[in-house]
Every structure is written in structure tokens, then in C-alpha cells.
């Protein structure tokens, strides 16, 4: 998804690399859609991006119709919250899902939590509004260290998410 419509450049900056004084590559910030076939059963869509600054509910239609094509039936989304937690202390996960029993079969602390929402529960909510089983993993980071991204939260994530690969979702 071509980014255009849905960043601001003061903010979100495209990025440029030069070696030895020439132009290398030159990236806009963009949401990128990755496939793989995982076995004769499987299939798997990646889409990596940063949330957009304007047009929200036009860049969800995006994906959503993407989601549609592709007839996908399930989606592992990950994100991260500030919390009071300490950056010495295991990065916590916690999930929300699109229904109860997936938070049970993997074992997953469930969250409550009623307020201004990200890209990923907005994502979520519409994909669970159209029938896709969405499971959304959460890292609370530390909110005295302002980095992004974060190695530790993505790394907690990504672990994380691959123990749910052990069980069929």
C-alpha cells in the first residue's frame, strides 16, 4: 500500500542510504504484504508497516480488501503499549482475541482495557467484524525508554507468536 495518502512527511521522513558519497536506495514509509507457501496446507501472508498519520479508515479498507482476495481466515497481529514495567523484568505479553477460547488454548493472559486504540485494534476489531479469527499480541515496554523500534519488545513478540505456531491456531 503506497504510503502517500497516509503519512506525514515532517513526521515520518523517507529514509536514504549513501556509501561513499552516492545514492544507494531511497525507501518511503509503505505497508508491504510478504506470501509463503508453509507446507501443501498452508499459506502465509506477512504484511509489515507503521501506523499511518492520516486517513485511517481508508488505509483498514486497504487492508481489509487485501484480507479479502487472499480469503485469509486467520491473523496474528502484533503490538506494543508504554506501561509502568521495568526494563531489568521479562518483557510481558498479553492478548486480545476474537474469541475467548483462543486466549485459553494457548494460554495467553487476556487484557481489559477501554480507551484510544492503534492501528492494530483497529485492524483487529474489523477483521473480527468479518468472520476472521484474530488473535493480537501485546508488549508492555517500559515508558521511560522511548525507542522504536525496540529489540527486546520485538523479540518478546516474536517469540512468543512462534510458541502459537506449535499449536494450530
Request: charged letters at 20%.
Amino acid at each position: 500500500i503506497d504510503g502517500e495518502e497516509f503519512f506525514d512527511f515532517t513526521v515520518r521522513r523517507p529514509t536514504i542510504r549513501v556509501e561513499d558519497g552516492v545514492v544507494e536506495s531511497l525507501e518511503w514509509p509503505a505497508c508491504r504484504f510478504l506470501y509463503a507457501a508453509a507446507g501443501d496446507a498452508q499459506e502465509l501472508v506477512i504484511g509489515t508497516a507503521i501506523e499511518p498519520h492520516l486517513h485511517w479508515r481508508l488505509y483498514t479498507e486497504q487492508i481489509l480488501a487485501i484480507v479479502s482476495e487472499l480469503g485469509i481466515r486467520r491473523a496474528v497481529l502484533l503490538g506494543a503499549y508504554l506501561a509502568d514495567v521495568l526494563y531489568s523484568r521479562p518483557v510481558g505479553i498479553t492478548a486480545v482475541a476474537s474469541h475467548a477460547d483462543l486466549l485459553d488454548r494457548h494460554a495467553l493472559e487476556p487484557t481489559r482495557y477501554e480507551g484510544p486504540t492503534g492501528m492494530v485494534g483497529l485492524l483487529g476489531y474489523e477483521l473480527r467484524m468479518r468472520g476472521v479469527e484474530t488473535l493480537a499480541l501485546w508488549a508492555g515496554l517500559p515508558h521511560y525508554i522511548n525507542v522504536s523500534p525496540n529489540p527486546r519488545g520485538a523479540l518478546a513478540l516474536l517469540l512468543r507468536r512462534n510458541r502459537l505456531q506449535h499449536d494450530a491456531l
